[in-house]
């Protein structure tokens, strides 16, 4: 009697005891279940959303680099020269300045726009600054001036550039730069040819932080010609009035005065030679065109030619 009122009371004990504790374990399983579904979705639309954002630059571009690409629109040509290269500096303006709209020369290479081409040549990868694919620093265009030995680009800063908290790597900044001074000193080159130099010092400045998502400008020119030593100056900047995406961390939308976020004292030297390949690409020239489609002046390689 004692003993079957003993296991009564152990067994309801344990059921009393036992059941909560088996709702509680149910309860979190279910909550553990919904809690990550929620977030899950969260993330992913969050991530789907920030990637769509950040993919490709804005198709709308800011003010300063719509008035670049609208400035060159040009019928006339331009005879490319470099009679006075050697030995002296420019005097041309502080690459500051606003740019006149006249006798500037759009620059495109076939192997930053056509990748299976690039594929078939000789190239092994993507242009770090070039690939019209590159999540990381883009060049979206490029336009020389022979008579000022003055070169612009329009540049967009994607997530792949990112080092800190939305903030872009130093060394995406300074990579622009080097491609910057490459190709000045290359359009400049006596040598005439492509892919005919190298870029020897880059000694950036770096003056403020530029966000994830930036389209900036690169101004610049060549200070000083010195035998085959090309010496160039430039300037990172927001192209001044409507800062998209440079650093807002000062509070600053409007401004007059470009916000310049580096500078650039770099050297190339002319005529070495890279690459050991003897092909088409080796003998390429350099030629001046009108775009047929925009009218603007291209100074473009005459790779483009070899299909
Ligand atoms: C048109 C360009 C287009 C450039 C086109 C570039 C296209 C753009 C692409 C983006 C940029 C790049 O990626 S370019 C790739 C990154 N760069 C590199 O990999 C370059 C690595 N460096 C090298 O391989 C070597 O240094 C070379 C081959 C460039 C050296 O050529 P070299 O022909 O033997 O030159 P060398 O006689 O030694 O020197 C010639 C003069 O330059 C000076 N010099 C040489 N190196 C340096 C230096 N680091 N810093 C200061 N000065 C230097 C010498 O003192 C000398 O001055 P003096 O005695 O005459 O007064």
Same mark, same amino acid.
């Given at each position: !009697? ?11 004990? /344990? ?28 993330? %992913? ?30 019928? +006339?040509?331009? @005879?490319? *020269? +470099? ?5 002296e500096s420019t005097n041309a *303006? ?12 759009? /620059?495109?290479?076939? &192997?930053? #726009? ?16 070039? +690939?019209? %694919? ?14 000022s030995k003055? !070169? /612009? ?23 622009? !730069? ?21 870029? =020897? ?9 530029? @966000? ?9 020119r060549i200070d000083k010609? #010195?035998?085959?030593?090309?010496? =160039? ?18 509070? &600053? &939308? %409007? +401004? ?8 650039? #004292? ?22 001046? &065109? /009108?775009? #047929?489609?925009?009218?603007?002046? %291209? ?9």
């Amino acid at each position: !009697m004692t003993t079957t009122s003993n296991r009564n009371i152990s067994t309801s004990t /344990v059921r009393s005891s036992f059941l909560p504790f088996l709702a509680g374990i149910a309860f979190g399983i279910a909550s553990s279940i919904l809690y990550t579904r929620v977030i899950c979705s969260r993330n %992913q639309k969050s991530s789907s959303s920030s990637s769509s954002l950040w993919l490709q630059p804005p198709s709308t571009l800011p003010r300063f680099a719509q008035e670049i690409l609208s400035n060159h629109h040009h019928t +006339n040509t331009e @005879k490319i *020269s +470099n009679d006075d290269s050697n030995g002296e500096s420019t005097n041309a *303006s502080s690459p500051n300045t606003a740019l006149s709209s006249e006798n500037w020369t759009e /620059v495109r290479l076939r &192997e930053w #726009e056509d990748l299976n081409w690039r594929d078939a040549n000789g190239w092994q990868g993507r242009d770090l600054c070039h +690939n019209p %694919q590159g999540l990381g620093v883009r060049i979206l265009h490029y336009y020389y001036k022979a008579s000022s030995k003055e !070169m /612009v680009g329009v540049v967009w800063f994607g997530p792949h550039a990112e080092s800190h908290r939305g903030l872009c790597h130093g060394g995406a900044m300074t990579s622009l !730069m080097d491609d910057f001074c490459g190709h000045l000193a290359f359009l400049h080159s006596t040598s005439g040819q492509p892919w005919s130099g190298a870029t =020897v010092q880059v000694n950036v400045s770096l003056k403020k932080p530029v @966000k994830v998502g930036s389209i900036l400008r690169i101004i610049g020119r060549i200070d000083k010609h #010195e035998g085959r030593k090309i010496y =160039v100056h430039a300037t990172l900047d927001d192209g001044g009035g409507d800062n998209n995406g440079g650093s807002s961390i000062d509070g &600053e &939308e %409007q +401004n007059k005065d470009p916000l310049v976020y580096a500078t650039l #004292e770099g050297l190339s030297i002319d005529g070495v030679k890279m690459s050991q390949h003897e092909d088409p690409v080796s003998k390429r020239t350099w030629e001046v &065109e /009108v775009c #047929e489609h925009s009218g603007r002046l %291209q100074r473009r390689d005459s790779g483009w030619k070899l299909l």
